[in-house]
């Protein structure tokens, strides 16, 4: 079964999108079947995967609202070398429809129990608002990243997201945790990044992953193209950064399955 994992942040411009589409492209690199499902209307993971978001055939909003089947939405074969779920403006509409529809909350859920026995990680980039696209993205996923800007408001608003993923843990989804932390944008050179960082570390401890994502040109221009910095520069320290945030979360989900598999020691 798939690790579905949500990245989420409801500020804007922290580097959501641009973690989806390079992890997905690293985790694929490293061999594994990876799904990259965008929930974003603005459908920038899409366009950055090399989908035409106007030329969707059947997007994320209809595999939300029942119009197809989760297997009609998916795209294969694509040279980014993971699959992709794709959105584009019509998910706008999803927000209000879904309000009318039962089980709203686990729609996306439904949909990949079809499909997450075929992936070994699914990926689902976000909107910069805590709302029902969110709330579905989070009710199917077992674990939360959290891409931060280590920049002075980056802790503002964080408590309300943590209460967020809480309370759908309490109502919705208990398998739901924070599966990490990662700071992006960094820039060493700045001490309150440095700051920053060392608060983010003393808050969340081992939840901070160790990996750091650089502040790296090629990791803005690369989506122009519609390729994954990977793939456009392989070598640059955006690309070098995300294969290294691939490998420490494979690690840590390696290690958590090969600790709930030994048995627990009884008196
Ligand atoms: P979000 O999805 O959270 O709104 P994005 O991933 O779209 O954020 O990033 C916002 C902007 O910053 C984009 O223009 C993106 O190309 C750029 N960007 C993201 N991460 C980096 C980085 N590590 N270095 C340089 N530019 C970055
Ligand atoms: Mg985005």
Same mark, same amino acid.
Request: proline fraction near 7%; aromatic fraction near 8%.
């Given at each position: 079964m798939a690790k579905i994992l949500t990245i989420t942040n409801q500020k804007g411009g922290v580097g959501k999108t641009t973690t989806c589409v390079n992890l997905a492209a690293s985790l694929a690199a490293t061999k594994k079947r990876v799904l990259m499902i965008d929930l974003d209307p603005q459908g920038n993971a899409t366009m950055g995967s090399g989908v035409d978001k106007h030329e969707l055939e059947y997007s994320a909003y209809e595999v939300l609202t029942d119009q197809c089947e989760v297997t009609q939405a998916v795209l294969t074969g694509l040279p980014v070398g993971y699959d992709v779920i794709g959105s584009n403006g019509d998910l706008t509409a999803a927000e209000v429809e879904l309000l009318q529809l039962p089980r709203r909350e686990f729609r996306m859920?439904?949909? !990949? !129990?079809?499909?997450?026995?075929?992936?070994?990680?699914?990926?689902?980039?976000?909107?910069?608002?805590?709302?029902l696209l969110t709330v579905n993205a989070l009710a199917a996923s077992s674990g939360v990243i959290i891409p931060m800007q280590c920049e002075y408001y980056a802790l503002e608003g964080i408590s309300a997201l943590i209460g967020t993923i809480d309370k759908i843990n309490k109502r919705l989804?208990?398998? !739901?945790?924070?599966?990490?932390?990662?700071?992006?944008?960094?820039?060493?050179?700045?001490?309150?990044?440095?700051? #920053?960082?060392?608060?983010? #570390?003393?808050?969340?401890?081992?939840? #901070?992953?160790?990996? #750091?994502?650089?502040?790296?040109?090629r990791l803005a221009e690369a989506p122009s193209h519609g390729l994954p910095a990977l793939l456009y520069d392989k070598n640059s320290r955006g690309s070098v950064a995300y294969l290294a945030l691939a490998g420490e979360l494979i690690r840590k989900t390696n290690k958590a399955s090969t600790e709930a598999s030994v048995p627990e020691q009884t008196e």
């Open positions: 859920k439904k949909a !990949l !129990l079809n499909i997450a026995d075929q992936y070994d990680f699914i990926l689902i980039d976000n909107p910069p608002s805590l709302n989804n208990p398998e !739901l945790r924070i599966e990490g932390i990662l700071r992006t944008m960094f820039d060493p050179r700045m001490s309150l990044t440095k700051d #920053v960082s060392n608060h983010l #570390v003393e808050y969340f401890g081992d939840k #901070v992953y160790r990996t #750091v994502i650089p502040r790296n040109v």
